[in-house]
């Protein structure tokens, strides 16, 4: 329409884009846009964007609760990785192996996948957990014997260099050796490690437990942490000492699997260790809820408010309560601090209210946009106008607002 300015709001966008992906799901199966899709380039955007915004924990409890309805995936890497290691499993079960051929007519996605993994792996940005998973399954890193010489030779270039056996857990310039020294630890403690390869390594000065003195030398540091700092809580990236956060989660870890010695937990005890982190910052957030409620009357947490991992927090109990993965205890406290479940219908009953009030006063439901007393439910009431004008306001709605006299 020519001469014509058209403003595209950004509500109206979000509303296109989310039609978009609805028909996508109908046509594809799924909501996982290629990034760059050549027939709507902007949404494969968009459906980042939500993520991107989902992660601050600023998408609103509506659009957040639909775009679950439709099958949205927060992950997507970590579910394709998940459908692909499923995938293997089932090769494995069928053919006895996991050397999937590269140009596999069943699923030439799978052979791909493998090879990702072993480059992965090679340059040593594998998590542990993936690479335990893998390994349990039989997976073939690539030529086991040329492979094996080649870390050799690798640790005894760095035996002659540093003058020791001991590869740094992140060194750089070669990550991968590092993960072999462990595994020969490893099998060498379950009697699997062939006399030669021992007597080799042996040759080499290669010390078989060296975790007793670094493990020392972490909690040593970890003393020092809870004396400067009260607690043995490590923030994650912690410049001062990257390695210890690593130790420490490894200390929780193995008190999980119970693989942790008694000794080693009593001293843990001892200084105060939390097993349980997550337990610990979730009573801290709860205690920060209490107080809001004291203060505003209710706890509905604004996305941008000045504890801002507050209103996070909030926002993730609600996802995990949908999902059923809030443990009863939990559901039973916040329930009897009169938390919402669903904000978006607990924000409608009570801008209801507020109409319902304002009807008794002035005899009508007219609330004008920029009514001073209350701009909020103005902006409501007209958003109420458009979701019926729009098909999109439930039956049991339109029936209470019409019984109070409300023109659509």
């Known amino acids: 329409m020519t001469g014509t300015s058209w403003v595209l709001t950004v509500a109206t966008f979000w509303e296109r884009m989310f039609s978009a992906l609805v028909q996508f799901k109908t046509e594809h199966g799924h909501c996982d846009v290629p990034a760059k899709w050549s027939e709507n380039p902007q949404l494969g955007k968009w459906t980042n964007n939500q993520r991107t915004v989902f992660k601050r924990g600023e998408l609103s409890s509506d659009r957040l609760e ?170 994650a990236k912690w410049s001062e000492n990257p390695q210890l956060r690593t130790w420490v989660n490894k200390q929780r870890a193995f008190y999980g699997s119970g ?5 080693r937990v009593e001293r843990l005890d001892a200084l105060g260790f939390e097993w349980g982190p997550h337990a610990a910052r979730w009573e801290k957030r709860f205690s920060a809820l209490v107080r809001f409620k004291k203060e505003h009357g209710h706890c509905d947490v604004p996305a941008k408010w000045s504890d801002p991992e507050l209103g996070r927090w909030v926002t993730v109990q609600r996802v995990v309560y949908r999902r059923g993965g809030l443990s009863p205890d939990r559901v039973e406290r916040l329930e009897a601090l009169g938390f919402e479940w669903d904000a978006f219908a607990a924000l409608w009953e009570k801008m209801f209210s507020e109409l319902v009030r304002f009807k008794k006063e002035h005899s009508h439901c007219d609330v004008p946009r920029a009514w001073s007393k209350n701009p909020v439910l103005g902006n409501w009431v007209g958003t109420q106008r458009l979701r019926s004008k729009k098909g999109r306001m439930t039956d049991e709605r339109r029936s209470r607002l019409k019984e109070i006299g409300f023109r659509f």
């Not at 792996?121 to 542990?128: A, D, M, N, V, Y």
Request: charged share 30%; proline share 6%; net charge positive.
């Open 259 to 263: 693989k942790l010695s008694p000794d």
């Open 66 to 235: 639909r775009l679950e309805a439709i099958g949205f995936d927060w992950d997507p890497v970590a579910t394709f990785w998940e459908r692909m290691f499923s995938a293997l499993a089932r090769f494995k079960e069928e053919h006895g192996h996991c050397n999937v051929p590269r140009g596999w007519s069943e699923n030439p996605q799978l052979g791909k996948w493998t090879n990702r993994q072993r480059t992965v792996f090679k340059r040593g940005e594998l998590s542990p957990d993936r690479l335990e998973r893998l390994e349990e399954l039989g997976f073939n890193w690539g030529t086991v014997a040329t492979f094996r010489e080649r870390m050799f030779s690798e640790l005894a270039r760095f035996k002659e260099e540093h003058g020791h056996c001991d590869v740094p857990a992140k060194w750089s310039e070669n990550p991968q050796l590092r993960t072999w020294v462990n595994k020969q630890r490893a099998f060498y403690g379950s009697g699997k490690l062939s006399p030669d390869r021992v007597e080799r390594l042996n040759a080499l000065g290669f010390e078989w437990g060296p975790d007793a003195a670094r493990w020392e030398k972490r909690f040593s540091a970890l003393v020092r942490f809870k004396k400067e700092h009260g607690h043995c809580d490590v923030p």
